[in-house]
């Protein structure tokens, strides 16, 4: 009698499973791909990250209603041209699900993140970057994903 | 003819699940795939073995699958951040009261990157009566890559995968399934 290649069989497996995660969690949550933001000389500038989330699913806002949920968090890296002084979501639905007894505080559909900026001391003028990262964790009325991160890359051009 | 080894029929078994685990894109697929694991548990010649692991509880005692044989065992994947796993957990508790005496465990595997840190005081609270582990990238992996929580497989007394649970189901499914693999 043969033996069907143990190896083959796991390969096969794990390559399924990666594109089947990848397909399954990474676009429950999109982010628009952001515009160059120009800065004036001397200007304190704001960008707006746009997001969305896929039908059927919802994600924790920033202040979620239960300790044990994980926040919606957007942090930018502190080296780079600008510094990041605030960053203000939108305002959460209360929405309730089957398994929680009280309405949870949510994200879900599009929406928009505003973050204010402060010019660095003496920046390097002309093109770069400021980069942070969106963290989140999202769940339908019957199941949660896993926390996920989204590395974010704002093109700037500072004038 | 072509016969899976033990291990082959184990990834194959993976492979199975994966598929099956491709499907909650949205809540609605994520019903229409909890119907089809609704159905009665699979038949004894449809059934893949569970991936063997050793993964230590709370107190570093190493638990070992292998060691539940001869048990009906609910491998429960979970994480404190999970709402629709906190609300099976009292349901877990009541199966280990009732059913443990006629061959029943749960096992639960958390999938929190904190770990213990953030697990121990969560099933402190809740009076847990069944082994809790802390899971690891292996042992997700050989599970399918569990994705969704609370994914939950119910094990026949010879250590096969006998139905999957993505999602939360009822309490009275859960069950109907342990009934009938205890009978």
Same mark, same amino acid.
Not at chain 1, 73 to 102: H, I, M, N, S
Not at chain 1, 118 to 142: E, H, I, S
Not at chain 2, 93 to 100: A, G, M, S
């Given at each position: 009698?043969?033996?069907?290649?143990?190896s083959?069989?796991?390969?096969?497996?794990?390559?399924?499973?990666?594109?089947?995660?990848?397909? &399954?969690s990474?676009t429950?949550?999109?982010?628009?791909?952001?515009?160059?933001?120009v800065?004036k000389?001397g200007?304190?500038?704001?960008?707006?990250l746009?997001?969305?989330?896929?039908?059927? *699913?919802?994600?924790?806002?920033?202040?979620?209603?239960? %300790? *044990?949920?994980?926040?919606?968090k957007?942090?930018?890296d502190a080296?780079?041209?600008?510094?990041?002084?605030?960053?203000d *979501?939108?305002?959460?639905?209360? %929405?309730?699900f089957?398994?929680?007894?009280?309405?949870?505080?949510?994200?879900?559909?599009?929406? %928009?993140?505003?973050?204010?900026?402060?010019?660095?001391?003496n920046?390097?003028?002309?093109?770069?970057?400021?980069t942070?990262?969106?963290? *989140? &964790?999202?769940?339908?009325?019957?199941?949660?994903?896993?926390p996920?991160?989204?590395?974010?890359?704002?093109?700037?051009?500072m004038? | 003819?072509l016969?899976?080894?033990?291990?082959?029929?184990?990834?194959?078994?993976?492979?199975m699940?994966?598929?099956a685990?491709?499907?909650p894109?949205?809540a609605?697929?994520a019903?229409a795939?909890?119907?089809?694991?609704?159905a009665? #548990?699979?038949?004894?010649g449809?059934r893949?073995?569970?991936?063997?692991f050793?993964?230590?509880?709370?107190?570093?005692?190493l638990?070992?699958?292998e060691?539940?044989?001869?048990? #009906?065992?609910l491998?429960?994947?979970w994480?404190t951040?999970?709402?629709p796993?906190?609300?099976?957990?009292?349901?877990?508790v009541?199966?280990?009261k009732?059913?443990?005496?006629?061959?029943?465990? #749960?096992?639960?595997?958390?999938?929190?990157?904190?770990?213990?840190?953030? #697990?121990?005081?969560?099933?402190?609270?809740?009076?847990?009566?069944?082994?809790?582990?802390?899971g690891?990238?292996?042992v997700?992996?050989?599970?399918?890559?569990?994705?969704?929580?609370?994914?939950?497989?119910i094990?026949?007394?010879e250590?096969?995968?006998?139905?999957?649970?993505?999602?939360?189901?009822?309490?009275?499914?859960?069950?109907?399934?342990?009934?009938?693999?205890?009978?």
């Amino acid at each position: 009698m043969k033996t069907i290649s143990n190896s083959f069989l796991s390969s096969a497996a794990l390559l399924l499973l990666a594109g089947c995660a990848q397909a &399954q969690s990474s676009t429950v949550l999109t982010v628009q791909d952001p515009a160059k933001l120009v800065v004036k000389r001397g200007e304190n500038p704001s960008f707006t990250l746009r997001a969305s989330i896929r039908a059927g *699913y919802h994600a924790n806002s920033n202040t979620p209603s239960e %300790e *044990y949920l994980i926040p919606m968090k957007l942090t930018w890296d502190a080296a780079g041209p600008l510094r990041a002084q605030d960053v203000d *979501y939108p305002k959460p639905k209360k %929405e309730k699900f089957p398994f929680a007894e009280a309405p949870l505080s949510v994200f879900d559909g599009d929406f %928009e993140i505003v973050t204010r900026f402060q010019r660095a001391a003496n920046p390097q003028l002309g093109p770069g970057f400021v980069t942070g990262k969106l963290r *989140y &964790q999202a769940c339908n009325d019957k199941m949660c994903l896993p926390p996920k991160t989204v590395d974010i890359r704002l093109p700037v051009l500072m004038q | 003819m072509l016969l899976p080894s033990p291990r082959a029929a184990a990834a194959a078994a993976v492979l199975m699940l994966s598929l099956a685990g491709c499907a909650p894109k949205s809540a609605s697929t994520a019903s229409a795939q909890e119907s089809e694991s609704q159905a009665n #548990v699979k038949e004894t010649g449809k059934r893949n073995p569970a991936p063997p692991f050793e993964l230590k509880d709370a107190s570093g005692k190493l638990v070992r699958l292998e060691d539940y044989k001869g048990k #009906v065992v609910l491998l429960n994947f979970w994480a404190t951040w999970c709402g629709p796993c906190k609300i099976e957990i009292p349901w877990f508790v009541d199966f280990q009261k009732t059913y443990k005496d006629r061959g029943f465990t #749960v096992i639960g595997v958390a999938l929190d990157d904190e770990g213990w840190e953030v #697990v121990r005081p969560y099933i402190e609270g809740r009076q847990v009566n069944y082994p809790i582990v802390v899971g690891s990238e292996e042992v997700d992996q050989k599970y399918g890559g569990i994705e969704a929580l609370p994914t939950s497989f119910i094990l026949d007394r010879e250590g096969r995968i006998a139905t999957t649970h993505v999602g939360l189901v009822s309490k009275q499914q859960y069950e109907d399934d342990i009934k009938q693999l205890l009978e």
